[in-house]
């Protein structure tokens, strides 16, 4: 029924009405000229009925036969909605032009998704896609999947799998990273461990190698504390990388002054642009600083489904160098903020045993810290050939 009523609507149909004579004899010439008549109705004595064009043209003869007057009530269908509208061109123009890119749009890609990632950036894979044809406004049914799929993974080394999987005007990636080998260290070159700074030694522990320190051992920069040098027990030595950890007890000092005056840059305007997307399209309403400017994109998504309709805020933040004063309450805080600052990125993986810290009320603070740490650092070791001269 539902294609009969679009047939109808396309070719145009009329309702009317028919009044007066003798109704019995009308329904019957209908039937006799095979003219098709539905929705017929009967009100006191006054026939209602719709009708195709072509079927209304003769049904003029029959209520003249019938002495029945008939007048049209409403007339249906494209037929009759362009009639009206001949004269504007550019309603017709228009409905064409949605069509068609309805029509262009549905074998189109909408939108790509990345799932699976988490150490490899969307970017720089859809980046890849994008070189490879897989991108925002590509045809969804020129795509060589498995071509694209393998020339992908020659360019993404940090992925192992991937997939490509494209429903409707959506295509999802999905990926699997690789998981990296560890780097086998090589242990062919001989080499000492030596001091990186003074101290005072509390373990020593080598692991290959022998050992030139022992615990209380006063230490400087550069003193050998492991050597590479092992005596075999037929009283031959032999050269290796020496291995192990020394910790000895150091002395560090951190020193830092808070200007009176605050160095800041602070907002001083901010101008706002937009860019439309369409597809792999961006159209910038207005110049665009891509440099200093923040991006926020939102898109239509309609039942789960993303439009290829969006638009991008650009957020253009303009800064002006100041010199802040601060009260000496603040420059205290400020200046005690940027000494924590400062030892805990030098104490990051130190043990800090004993700690003296003194302020001087201006911002200035000094600190004398006794730590334990690991001193030892690999030195290469200096190998002298020397020939022997032949009897």
Known sequence: MLFVNFVRFILGYVRFTARGGFPERFLNLCRLNKIILWNLRNTNGV???????????????????????????????????????????????????????????????????????????????????????????????????????????????????????????????????????????????????????????????????????????????????ISGIKENGDLTVSFCKAKGYVVAKTSRSMNYSQPQKLNARKPARIKKRYIINFLSFNIPLGVINRENSSFEKSEIVINGVTLPFGITECTELFFEEAQIPLSPEKQNAVGFMRFADMCAEEFRYLEVSESKVTADGKGGFSGEFECLENIGKEHPMQIEQTKTADP
């Open 47 to 225: 026939i209602s009925a719709c009708t195709d064009c072509a079927s209304y043209k003769k049904i003029r003869s029959v209520s003249r036969k019938s002495g029945m007057k008939v007048r049209i009530k409403r007339k249906h269908g494209l037929p009759f909605f362009l009639n009206k509208h001949k004269r504007r061109v550019g309603i017709l123009v228009g409905g064409f032009l949605c069509a068609s890119l309805l029509l262009i749009l549905s074998t189109r890609i909408w939108s790509v998704d990345v799932i699976g990632n988490n150490n490899v950036p969307s970017e720089r894979i859809l980046g890849v896609f994008e070189e490879l044809g897989i991108r925002k406004g590509a045809s969804a049914k020129r795509t060589d999947i498995k071509t694209t799929e393998l020339a992908a993974l020659e360019k993404l080394d940090e992925l192992s799998w991937l997939n490509i999987n494209i429903s409707g005007s959506k295509a999802v990636i999905e990926v699997r990273e690789a998981v990296e080998s560890p780097e086998i260290e090589n242990d062919d070159t001989p080499a000492d461990i030596v001091a990186a700074r003074d101290g005072i030694i509390t373990i020593i522990r080598p692991f290959n190698g022998t050992a030139e320190q022992e615990a209380g051992n006063a230490v400087v920069k550069g003193d050998l504390l």
